[in-house]
């Protein structure tokens, strides 16, 4: 599809070929056919005009059969013919003579009776840039300002600002023309759009006009009011004149009626004063539109306000956060996750102990709400657990950035040890309480269950179940874990409770205590490791291990783990060959007991059995139907449904929440487990040395040995549905055998078990502390650089210095636009950037020589071609044909053109950026020369290779999300090192700078004399994609590459350093959610990998 350099604001759906009309019959239809036939013929050829297909033919046709029609829907077509049709000649450039006819009908169209007519002409004269047409129009065009209906004055000003824009010398005064109007007008809409005009050309006008109505502009209508703020703003930048007329005025709007009138006038007070009376004013203005306003949309913006505001003003909100926390209340998750995010970096001392009040009023109104909630309001219940994991995520990092809290908020935190994963409650079908009584009832069931055959029916038949309906089964599948794993909110507390353990010891006797009463509420299995832990490293007295021996026997339940028939069986199967008569009549026996009771069973369940036969039960609860109105459910019950809800009991059963685990196959827990005892009792001999309870300790050691032995037997079972891993069966066998024989621990394995792991904790927590520190101190940093380097009055308050400059906080369209089509990674002011990106295309001694300057912006690329014509003859029908590879579209095509001998002209296109892949851009240059009879001549352009650089930007990971990513992303590119860089820190840089990643493990200096290096990098493109990079490299003499070399023979270090010459040599391993970054960045690096 041709597309024309022109402006048309029509967007009709093109034309198919085989819909596309004859010329011959829509001219013989606007010569003898009806208006309705005309009409039809009139859409045909406009569709075929915005399809690029060529109508000129057709003008005087139109012009002679079409202009004397007095419907008024031919003329409305009319006027979208006359906006599309080329009204000048593409060879000469000048008017076409018919176009004389058409302007005499426009002017008749201007003077005619009927208002609509008149007001549609001049709304079509505001896209017509013809300056020979519209010359001609003016006097008509400034008498419709007079014209007794508003329709046809507001369209009349609309004309003249158009004309204004394009060809200012065709109204000279036009402005004191709109300034005698505004004095006259009583229509607002007039007086809006005129306002408009005067500030757009005249703003010494306008500002007169101001002067005039600034005490009673509260009484204009919104749209006077925020046209009046627009001309404060600019006038202000622009003259000299003072502030203060404006600031009394900006504050009295603040007390509009309406929304976007407060929004305007805080911006317009913030960018007239930095006084904190008036910024104090708006703030409050911003805060009251975010708790009245009921628009999700308008809160989403008056907080991406307020956070813009924070790095100017933050010691002003900080006043004002308890209005910023009221507008908590919307039920809009985003807008609560806003909100919070930005109290939490708002948060100070002085004003965190209010934060942590309000947050928690918030979390006891968000549980009532939970536990009000009922079944059937899943989506309810979802963000409301939602927004409790956002409640204690931002009370969590208060307490880490303001330490001084934490001892107010982590028993509040602890409570929510229980919590599971949103994702994981929302893939239920009932709620976690009623599932959890569902699997522990199946576990009763399977210990009171029959034989051995049985068994085998019951497995098999729960393990159909399990196949189709994955989310009911007890264990957990794999990517539901990694789910609880990444949105649990009990798994961040934890954590946060091990850091508070460690870094506050006065608080440990109570953490421990609160943590033994919610031991068994947990549900994560990643909560009970953490759990374990520390109870095994914290633990201070006797007492207090007796009480969590006790709790961890009585969240796993009775023992053995094995059921009663399987533990029974292998007895049975040793007898069997001893008592085989004896057995084969005790079966015997059975199976006839079983008959007769399943005989009378059914006799019982027959109807009308009388009072034998058990009743139903039903459940009838209230519902609410998709129109709005209530009605009663009853289904009826059966005895396993009655079980897992519990009907008819006032208690509720028991829950063994560790046990589920443990048989579920968490393995690993059960080795944390065993080690947790091993040091317990290990912990119980130290505090009671000297003392007596040497039965106490024999009895504590002989629960640990039960419990350990109860979970190794389960888990070697062959009745078991997983097995055990020998590296959590070892670990287990380790703590069992030194529990046996505590005497045999050597010195080293006791200062292991009791102080080494506490010990490296702390070491880690200090570290991870002083990176949490370097991180922010470059974020900082990096937030000084990208401010950028200013003159020294630059941020002065006296407009004199700052000249046309203004403040960076101001909310100007132009600038706005500036600073949305512009290009971030690229200085276009540079010429010598402009210069790099330059791409040559053909040669000198080709007949057309041509050159594009490729600009990047952020997902599109836009081609400035130069073309030079070296021949002596004038080329027709110049056109670039352009084609892409990769995921890159063209969406503007440059259109054909003449370009005569020795001529040069500049012509753009637009191609859209999909994916983060290398593209190519490669076409060819097809013209005609001048009274050429032979086929077209074709230019061979060079192709231009689009970088992914472009695309990808360095961003920060932490190391756990950097983990998780890893596991998730599937496609991966492994890139064998090939460099003459004999450095590994040096290599590492290289990387990072050659593929524009971050690097995420810290460089030190000593590193440079390890053989050995692993590193991440990390970046994100502009379409949200990660790249994970991991860099595992090996610095080797380079006889070592040798297979001819003794491998026995290795060199010593000094022998290393000795000035024998070494290489680096290792993978590079890529990953990616998408191939193809994958892919670009691995060709990346193995071209640019060496020096």
């Known amino acids: 599809m041709a597309i024309v350099d022109r402006r048309c604001p029509l967007l009709l759906c093109p034309l198919d070929s085989e819909s596309t009309p004859k010329m011959e019959d829509l001219s013989s239809t606007l010569e003898r056919g009806s208006e309705e036939e005309k009409i039809g013929a009139l859409k045909k050829i406009i569709h075929c005009m915005i399809s690029g297909i060529n109508m000129n033919r057709l003008t005087m046709q139109i012009i002679k059969f079409c202009l004397r029609s007095k419907s008024h829907e031919i003329k409305k077509l009319l006027q979208i013919y006359w906006e599309v049709l080329d009204k000048k ?44 047409i519209l010359e001609q129009l003016i006097p008509q065009i400034l008498q419709n300002l007079e014209h007794r209906h508003s329709y046809v004055r507001k369209n009349s000003i609309l004309a003249i600002i158009a004309i204004i824009q394009q060809h200012p010398q065709l109204i000279p005064d036009a402005a004191q023309r709109i300034q005698a109007f505004l004095e006259t007008e009583s229509n607002n809409s007039c007086k809006r759009n005129a306002l408009q005009m005067l500030i757009n050309t005249d703003l010494h006008c306008s500002f007169k006009y101001f002067s005039k109505i600034q005490e009673k502009i509260s009484n204009y209508p919104e749209t006077m009011q925020i046209t009046s703020l627009e001309l404060m703003r600019k006038v202000c930048r622009t003259l000299p004149v003072p502030k203060s007329i404006f600031v009394k005025c900006a504050a009295k709007l603040l007390d509009s009626q309406s929304n976007a009138v407060i929004y305007e006038a805080a911006n317009t007070l913030l960018a007239l004063t930095p006084l904190d009376s008036a910024v ?16 999700q949309n308008v809160k989403l913006i008056v907080i991406n306000r307020l956070n813009s505001l924070k790095l100017r003003y933050e010691r002003n909100l900080r006043t004002i956060i308890m209005d910023i926390l009221r507008g908590l209340n919307t039920p809009n998750i985003d807008i609560r996750k806003n909100i919070l995010s930005l109290i939490l970096s708002l948060a100070a001392p002085n004003n965190i102990n209010d934060i942590i009040g309000c947050l928690k009023k918030e979390i006891i109104s968000i549980n009532n709400c939970i536990s009000l909630s009922i079944d059937t309001d899943v989506s309810s219940s979802r963000n409301n657990m939602e927004y409790r994991n956002l409640l204690v995520h931002t009370i969590h990092e208060c307490a880490v950035k303001f330490p001084n809290v934490a001892s107010q908020v982590v028993h509040l935190l602890m409570n929510y040890l229980g919590d599971e994963s949103v994702d994981v409650y929302a893939a239920t079908p009932y709620p976690p309480a009623v ?143 001893q008592q085989a008569s004896e057995q084969a009549q005790a079966d015997e026996a059975e199976r006839d007991a079983v008959d007769e009771d399943d005989a009378q069973q059914n006799d019982s369940s027959k109807p009308g059995s009388g009072s034998g036969g058990a009743a139903s039960n039903y459940l009838t609860r209230t519902v609410v139907l998709p129109d709005g109105t209530y009605a009663q459910s009853t289904m009826a019950m059966s005895n396993k449904m009655e079980r897992a809800l519990d009907i008819g009991n006032q208690s509720v059963i028991h829950t063994y929440n560790l046990r589920k685990l443990l048989k579920s196959g968490e393995y690993f827990l059960a080795s944390v487990l065993a080690l947790t005892l091993l040091k317990l009792v290990l912990k119980y001999e130290l505090f009671a040395d000297g003392k007596p309870g040497n039965a106490e300790l024999n009895k504590l050691r002989a629960k640990s040995l039960l419990i350990i032995t109860s979970i190794i037997r389960y888990g070697v079972s062959s009745y078991t549905k997983s097995k055990m891993d020998n590296d959590s069966k070892d670990r287990m066998m380790y703590a069992m055998n030194r529990l046996f024989n505590s005497g045999s621990l050597c010195n080293e394995e006791r200062r292991v078990l009791l102080k080494q792991c506490r010990s490296n904790f702390g070491v880690m927590l200090s570290e991870k502390r002083r990176e949490e520190q370097t991180k922010k101190e470059e974020k900082q940093r990096e937030e000084k650089q990208s401010s950028g380097k200013v ?3 630059r941020m002065l308050s006296i407009r004199q210095l700052r000249g046309l400059q203004f403040s960076e906080f101001d909310e100007d369209d132009s600038l706005n636009l500036q600073k949305a089509v512009g290009n971030r990674t690229l200085d276009e002011s540079s010429l010598r950037t402009r210069l790099s990106r330059i791409h040559q295309l053909t040669g000198f001694s080709d007949a057309i020589y041509a050159e594009a300057a490729v600009t990047v912006h952020q997902f599109d690329i836009v081609l400035d071609f130069l073309i030079i014509n070296n021949t002596s003859s004038t080329l027709q029908n110049l056109n670039l044909e352009l084609h892409t590879s990769g995921d890159l579209k063209i969406v503007e095509k440059p259109a054909k053109f003449t370009l005569a001998a020795k001529q040069s002209s500049r012509v753009e296109a637009s191609i859209k950026v999909s994916s983060t892949e290398n593209g190519v851009i490669f076409g060819n240059i097809v013209y005609d020369t001048t009274g050429a009879t032979s086929d077209k001549n074709i230019v061979v352009m060079n192709c231009i290779h689009m970088d992914i650089m472009d695309y990808v930007h360095p961003q920060h990971c932490s190391e756990k999300k950097f983990r998780d990513m890893w596991v998730e992303f599937e496609w991966e590119n492994k890139v064998p090192v090939n460099t003459d860089i004999c450095n590994l820190n040096r290599y590492i840089q290289h990387i990072a700078n050659i593929t524009n990643m971050r690097l995420l493990t810290p460089i030190h200096d000593e590193y440079g004399l390890c053989q050995f290096l692993a590193a991440n990098l990390h970046a994100k493109s502009i379409f949200g994609e990660h790249a994970l990079m991991n860099v595992s490299i090996e610095l080797k003499n380079e006889h070592e590459h040798d297979p001819q070399h003794d491998a026995n023979s290795l060199p010593s270090a000094a022998q290393k350093h000795a000035g024998g010459k070494q290489k680096i040599s290792g993978h590079i391993r890529i990953r990616c959610k998408s191939q193809g970054i994958a892919l670009s960045l691995g060709e990346k690096i193995t071209n640019g990998q060496r020096s």
Request: one cysteine or more.
């Open 89 to 132: 000649d593409l060879n000469s450039g000048k008017l076409k003579p018919e176009m004389i006819l058409v302007c005499n009908h426009l002017l008749n169209d201007l003077k005619h009776s009927n208002e609509y007519i008149r007001g549609s002409t001049l709304r079509l004269l505001c896209r017509i840039d013809e300056p020979e």
């Open 280 to 295: 104090n004013k708006a703030l409050e203005a911003y805060t009251r539109l975010l708790q009245t306003e009921s628009d």
């Open 435 to 577: 599932e959890h009584k569902h699997d522990e009832q199946e576990l009763v069931d399977d210990e009171e269950s029959g034989d051995a055959s049985q068994d085998e029916e019951s497995k098999n038949k729960h393990k159909k179940q399990a196949q189709a309906m994955p989310h009911h089964s007890g264990v957990a599948t794999e990517q539901e874990h990694k789910h609880k794993t990444h949105h649990s909110a009990a798994y961040d507390v934890i954590l946060f409770v091990k850091e508070i353990v460690e870094e506050y010891p006065d608080l440990t006797g109570s953490i421990l205590e609160k943590l033994l009463q919610s031991f068994n509420e947990i549900r994560n299995e990643q909560v009970y490791r953490v759990a374990l832990w520390i109870f095994g490293e914290y633990c201070t007295s006797t007492e207090m291990v007796v009480k969590i021996v006790d709790t961890i026997c009585d969240s796993i339940g009775e023992l053995p783990l094995m059921d009663k028939k399987h533990s029974s069986l292998k007895y049975h199967q040793q007898q069997s060959q």
């Open 791 to 793: 003159d020294f009055d």
